[in-house]
């Protein structure tokens, strides 16, 4: 029998939503074939399976939220499900005798293995302590390498405590709701086929009940899975450490579908203030759809950045037909060359680089008190897919050829189509440029990526009527707009960026001497 565990998602991302399963249990799958796919709150990851067989069971349902290295199913080898391990009837043969000892004689030691204790995991730069958030396991129940004990909480991300042998818990150090330290002992564990006696009765009573009145702080992943399911403290009956939130009470309300009565009246805020009234006739015509947590995401970093920096938007115009003629030239040239199209963002890409060394700090950002300078251009390029925007990263575009940038355009363009982009390749732009054009778009001001202090937004070429030299001219004329954080970008920087991409772009002869 095979586990099929969930893949790791990405630098700071802990858990995922099962979305879809393409196979059900008893059904016949392939090596690589897709069995499932994981929504997380920027990517979708599909799941292939490791070995050919059949699906025997699935663990984790649609709609199920799930860790890293979670098990989401089983897989046996062949075409039918293989008969029992011969070691799992003995090991049962072991803790029989074990368990009927402890009947007896309470102070049981363990039949064989030895001790091996559970330690706290490195928990990341700069965090040194965590919280027990939640115990999978309790004393005397076996567990099987790599099976999760407990979830630990830190100030940033849920850490999962895997079992590092085959064996039995023995004995837990540190309680849910007790802070551990990076390195510090968790509990103890027997290896091998051994058995312990079970914890004293004190220690399998019910959890403690709720305490009412009392400043406690919820699990962080509670209070986050809270807020994005709209409820209150007061709707949610904690099963934690005197009286404490935990994830798993959070999810227990959302999957009843109907949150418990609140005790005490609680103002819903602006943002999530309720709808109006829908008439009946309405109401039969509308169709309600959770949002992905992609879009969850979008929404909430959007208006994160709204409310913290401090944004501003200035406009331009550039006369395009000098690139437009260019591009006409040598685009033929160009593609049996380079085996790439020549398009508009690799002018553009190098006119923002051109600006940006004239104006760094619209390729800065704050970090509290200080401005950080970046003396590299990783350019973010802003993409529209049917699960919503993302924007992956271009690094060190400043040190590209025309056909480099084009080729990563390319590439990147065609993963995002696909939701193939990873976690890696979306972060760490100092820089985006965001394209409206494309779908028709003649103005428009484009909201910051956070942290970064400058974004270019593109539109629709259109032919106007242009005065050039005393005559009316029609040339093939696009908006930009430059939307910056005023906290680090003065008006005069953003005005000077702009007109340095104008400049370049209607003549890009300055691009190869570097004006």
């Given at each position: 029998?095979t586990?099929?565990?969930?893949?790791?998602?990405?630098?700071?991302?802990t858990?995922?939503?099962?979305?879809?399963w393409?196979?059900?249990?008893?059904d016949?799958?392939a090596?690589?074939?897709?069995?499932?796919?994981?929504?997380?709150?920027k990517?979708?990851?599909?799941?292939?399976?490791p070995?050919?067989?059949?699906?025997?069971?699935?663990?984790?349902?649609?709609?199920?939220?799930v860790?890293?290295?979670?098990?989401l199913?089983?897989?046996?080898?062949?075409?039918?499900?293989?008969?029992?391990?011969a070691?799992?009837?003995?090991?049962?043969?072991?803790?029989?005798?074990?368990?009927?000892?402890?009947?007896?004689?309470?102070?049981?030691?363990?039949?064989?293995g030895?001790?091996?204790?559970?330690?706290?995991?490195?928990?990341?730069?700069?965090?040194?302590?965590?919280?027990?958030?939640?115990?999978?396991?309790?004393?005397?129940?076996?567990?099987q390498?790599?099976?999760?004990?407990?979830?630990?909480?830190?100030?940033?991300?849920?850490?999962e405590?895997?079992?590092?042998?085959?064996?039995?818990?023995?004995?837990?150090?540190?309680?849910?709701?007790?802070?551990?330290?990076?390195?510090?002992?968790?509990?103890?564990?027997?290896s091998?086929?051994?058995?312990?006696?079970?914890?004293?009765?004190?220690?399998?009573?019910?959890?403690?009940?709720?305490?009412?009145?009392k400043?406690?702080?919820?699990?962080?992943?509670?209070?986050?899975?809270?807020?994005?399911?709209?409820?209150?403290?007061?709707?949610?009956?904690?099963?934690?450490?005197?009286?404490?939130?935990?994830?798993?009470?959070?999810?227990?309300?959302?999957?009843a579908?109907?949150?418990?009565?609140?005790?005490t009246?609680?103002?819903?805020?602006?943002?999530?203030?309720?709808?109006?009234?829908?008439?009946?006739?309405?109401?039969?015509?509308?169709?309600?759809?959770?949002?992905?947590?992609?879009?969850?995401?979008?929404?909430?970093?959007?208006?994160?950045?709204?409310?913290?920096?401090?944004?501003?938007?200035?406009?331009?115009?550039?006369?395009?037909?000098?690139?437009?003629?260019?591009?006409?030239e040598?685009?033929?040239?160009?593609?049996?060359?380079?085996?790439?199209?020549l398009?508009?963002?690799?002018?553009?890409?190098?006119?923002?680089v051109?600006?940006?060394?004239?104006?760094?700090?619209?390729?800065?950002?704050?970090?509290?008190?200080?401005?950080?300078?970046?003396?590299?251009?990783?350019?973010?390029?802003?993409a529209?897919?049917?699960?919503?925007?993302?924007?992956?990263?271009?690094?060190?575009?400043?040190?590209?050829?025309?056909?480099?940038?084009?080729?990563?355009?390319?590439?990147?363009?065609?993963?995002?189509?696909?939701?193939?982009?990873?976690?890696?390749?979306?972060?760490?732009?100092?820089f985006?440029?965001?394209?409206?054009?494309?779908?028709?778009?003649?103005?428009?001001?484009?909201?910051?990526?956070?942290?970064?202090?400058?974004?270019?937004?593109?539109?629709?070429?259109?032919?106007?009527?242009?005065?050039?030299?005393?005559?009316?001219?029609?040339?093939?004329?696009?908006?930009?707009?430059?939307?910056?954080?005023?906290?680090?970008?003065?008006?005069?920087?953003?005005?000077?960026?702009?007109?340095?991409?104008?400049?370049?772009?209607?003549?890009?002869?300055?691009?190869?001497?570097?004006?």
């Open positions: 029998m586990e099929i565990r969930v893949p790791t998602l990405g630098e700071s991302v858990e995922a939503t099962v979305a879809t393409f196979k059900k249990p008893g016949a799958v090596v690589d074939e897709m069995l499932c796919e994981l929504e997380t709150d990517v979708t990851v599909e799941v292939p399976s070995i050919a067989g059949t699906l025997s069971e699935i663990v984790a349902e649609e709609g199920a939220t860790g890293v290295d979670a098990l199913a089983q897989v046996s080898e062949g075409d039918s499900a293989p008969a029992p391990k070691e799992k009837p003995a090991a049962k043969a072991e803790v029989a005798p074990a368990a009927a000892v402890s009947e007896t004689t309470p102070e049981a030691t363990p039949v064989s030895e001790t091996v204790d559970i330690m706290v995991p490195t928990l990341g730069e700069s965090v040194t302590e965590a919280t027990v958030s939640t115990w999978f396991k309790k004393p005397g129940e076996n567990v390498a790599d099976e999760m004990l407990c979830e630990l909480e830190t100030d940033k991300v849920s850490v405590v895997p079992a590092p042998a085959s064996g039995v818990l023995q004995e837990v150090l540190a309680g849910e709701g007790d802070t551990v330290e990076a390195g510090g002992k968790l509990a103890t564990m027997t091998g086929g051994g058995a312990v006696a079970p914890a004293p009765a004190e220690a399998a009573s019910a959890p403690a009940p709720v305490a009412s009145g400043d406690i702080e919820n699990a962080p992943s509670a209070n986050k899975l809270m807020a994005e399911n709209n409820l209150s403290a007061d709707q949610v009956t904690g099963t934690g450490k005197g009286g404490r939130i935990m994830k798993e009470d959070v999810q227990k309300v959302v999957a579908g109907v949150a418990p009565p609140s005790t009246s609680v103002p819903a805020p602006a943002a999530q203030a309720p709808r109006a009234p829908v008439a009946a006739d309405d109401a039969s015509r509308e169709e309600r759809v959770k949002m992905t947590r992609l879009r969850q995401t979008i929404a909430r970093r959007l208006k994160d950045s709204q409310n913290t920096a401090a944004m501003l938007t200035t406009y331009n115009e550039v006369d395009m037909g000098a690139v437009m003629d260019l591009r006409s040598y685009k033929d040239l160009f593609l049996k060359k380079h085996g790439v199209k398009g508009f963002m690799s002018f553009f890409t190098k006119a923002c051109h600006a940006l060394k004239e104006v760094p700090e619209v390729n800065a950002e704050i970090d509290g008190t200080d401005v950080v300078y970046k003396n590299y251009v990783h350019m973010g390029i802003a529209g897919t049917p699960t919503g925007l993302v924007v992956p990263v271009i690094r060190d575009a400043d040190a590209m050829s025309f056909a480099d940038i084009e080729k990563a355009i390319a590439e990147k363009g065609a993963k995002a189509r696909d939701g193939k982009l990873s976690m890696a390749e979306m972060q760490g732009g100092s985006t440029i965001s394209n409206g054009g494309v779908y028709g778009s003649l103005m428009s001001s484009p909201i910051l990526n956070p942290p970064q202090s400058g974004i270019l937004g593109m539109h629709k070429i259109q032919d106007r009527p242009m005065a050039i030299n005393g005559e009316v001219v029609i040339r093939p004329m696009m908006y930009l707009a430059l939307s910056y954080d005023h906290r680090i970008v003065d008006g005069k920087g953003a005005v000077t960026f702009l007109v340095r991409v104008k400049e370049a772009l209607e003549d890009p002869r300055r691009l190869l001497m570097d004006l």
